[in-house]
């Protein structure tokens, strides 16, 4: 195996780097810190974990531009023959096929997503404080 597929293989055991439904999806310390095991893991290759990570950006934009050439090929009947084959295609949609697509948010709306949880998390507090008074 090749530094890419190592690296698409060990992002494959940390969903919470490819899942945006999964619960930790927006815990960067979190994600950080597995980008660094992943790098440990792929010291051989004399990487870091900020690498790893941009690279692993890369591979999965490439496979999302590949599929969605792929889906115009075949919607609009033209040859999907003279599409640039992805190398890494079959290793990445085992990983990815079945997550919902990928939408677009601001950061802004992660700052609020965040907050409001952080508020729900304060008013529990609150109010667990107060029934024990």
């Known amino acids: 195996m090749n530094f890419n597929e190592e690296l698409i293989e060990s992002v494959r055991d940390y969903p919470v780097l490819y899942d945006s439904t999964h619960t930790k999806f927006l815990d960067t ?6 980008w660094i095991k992943i790098s ?3 010291a051989k290759y004399d990487t870091t974990a900020t690498n790893c990570k941009k690279r692993w950006k890369q591979l999965r934009d490439r496979f999302s531009k590949y599929v969605g050439k792929l889906k115009k090929a075949k ?7 003279t599409i640039k084959e992805f190398t890494h295609y079959q290793l990445v949609a085992k990983m990815l096929e079945k997550l919902p697509p990928v939408k677009a948010i601001s950061t802004m709306s992660c700052i609020m997503q965040f907050m409001g949880e952080q508020m729900s998390s ?12």
């Open 29 to 34: 310390i979190r994600k950080d810190n597995i």
């Open 40 to 42: 440990e893991k792929l």
């Open 75 to 81: 919607s609009s009947g033209s040859a999907a023959s």
């Open 122 to 133: 304060l008013e529990t507090q609150v109010i667990d404080t107060q029934d024990t008074e």
